[in-house]
């Protein structure tokens, strides 16, 4: 099937104009129908091909094809990147960063992958990663931090997804504390942040950043659809992932190098301008109670800060959100 395909790719290509499904046919040994669903295939993947009538196929376009060379070729960063390394299919790039990690991998390694099979979120909650339709990636840092500051990577990092999408497009991206960036109350992407410490030193974490950037509403889940989203399908036009992967990783070296120079507080500050539902009322759960409370922003630790209905402030770390009727529900 696969050979069959790359062969096909290969006449196509070759021909100059277009070539006919009988001379396809003849060249592959396979029936008209099977060309068509072939054609079909390469359509659903990402090829822009032309059929006319008793002319034939050509294709007009391939997919941006991701690899290490086009993702590294013209990325002019500084550490992040330097050690990049893309796969067809992993697991969870997440896996593969903690191994590479413990053989001593420097800090700005870069794992990314077309598709994920064991994509993972928060708690092993599942993280759909279809092929070649978002940015799967996970970043390795070694920052000179105590282990309770590592949750403000986690918001550096929606910051940095937050501003990226503002740049490329007129989406006005939010985040959902303290993981989730949404449009138009959908979630289209998330960050797990994954660290190894001892007690009192970081040896190491791993960002990992899902994105859905070009599937259409029916190639979300269907158990998901009614909540998630992708970039494609609130800006309703294709996104070029390669551009869009290199424009994260730009921005978070500057935002990491910022963030180690002069601390959190412009982070808390940007994070606060795109927050989700900042200022309003919402239900929240920990193990010991459920109480209603307006979010008030983020502390200088990276914690939430909220407001009971009698005034007094409390800081979470982690906690529960009902985000009520019309809102999110995680
Ligand atoms: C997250 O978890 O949002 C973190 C997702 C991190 C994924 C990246 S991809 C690269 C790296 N490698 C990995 O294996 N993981 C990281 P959480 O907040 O627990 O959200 C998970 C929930 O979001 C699921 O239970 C679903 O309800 C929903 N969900 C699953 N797939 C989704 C998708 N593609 N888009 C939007 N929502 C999704």
């Known amino acids: 099937m696969e050979s069959t395909r790359k062969q096909l790719i290969e006449l196509l290509n070759k021909k100059?104009?277009?070539i006919s499904g009988q001379e396809l046919s003849n060249q592959l040994n396979i029936s008209r129908t099977a060309i068509w669903k072939h054609m079909n295939e390469l359509k659903k993947d990402g090829y822009d091909i032309?059929?006319?009538?008793?002319?034939?196929?050509?294709?007009?376009s391939s997919p941006d094809k991701m690899s290490e060379n086009t993702l590294q070729w013209g990325l002019d960063t500084e550490w992040i990147g330097h050690q990049l390394f893309h796969y067809d299919q992993v697991e969870s790039?997440?896996?593969?960063?903690?191994?590479?990690?413990?053989?001593?991998?420097?800090?700005?390694?870069?794992?990314?992958?077309?598709?994920?099979?064991?994509g993972k979120g928060r708690m092993a909650r599942k993280w759909d990663s279809p092929k070649g339709k978002g940015i799967w990636m996970s970043i390795l840092l070694r920052p000179n931090l105590p282990p309770f500051k590592a949750p403000q990577l986690t918001l550096l990092a929606a910051t940095v997804l937050a501003e990226m999408i503002s740049e490329r497009s007129a989406l006005v991206p939010q985040i959902k504390w303290p993981n989730d960036l949404l449009i138009h109350h959908k979630k289209v992407s998330g960050i797990l942040t994954e660290m190894q410490a001892e007690q009192d030193a970081i040896q190491y974490i791993v960002?990992?950043?899902?994105?859905?950037?070009?599937?259409?509403?029916?190639?979300i889940p269907e158990d998901i659809r009614h909540?998630?989203?992708?970039?494609?399908?609130?800006?309703?036009?294709?996104w070029n992932i390669q551009e869009t992967v290199q424009h994260i990783l730009r921005l978070f070296e500057r935002t990491y190098d910022q963030y180690e120079s002069d601390g959190f507080e412009a982070i808390k500050a940007n994070w606060?301008?795109?927050?989700?539902?900042?200022?309003?009322?919402?239900?929240?759960s920990t193990m010991k109670r459920t109480w209603k409370a307006t979010l008030v922003g983020i502390e200088p630790d990276g914690a939430l800060c909220v407001r009971d209905r009698d005034g007094n402030h409390e800081k979470l770390y982690s906690a529960e959100?009902?985000?009520?009727?019309?809102?999110?529900h995680a």
């Open 93 to 118: 790039t997440q896996e593969i960063v903690h191994q590479m990690a413990k053989q001593g991998k420097p800090h700005g390694t870069v794992v990314i992958a077309d598709e994920q099979v064991k």
């Open 272 to 284: 606060e301008k795109h927050g989700y539902r900042i200022g309003e009322e919402v239900t929240i």
């Open 207 to 219: 960002v990992g950043i899902g994105m859905n950037v070009n599937q259409n509403g029916e190639e």
């Open 16 to 18: 100059d104009g277009h």
């Open 50 to 60: 032309e059929a006319v009538q008793r002319k034939g196929y050509k294709i007009l």
């Open 321 to 328: 959100i009902h985000w009520g009727e019309g809102g999110y």
């Open 227 to 238: 909540k998630a989203s992708s970039l494609k399908n609130e800006a309703g036009e294709e």
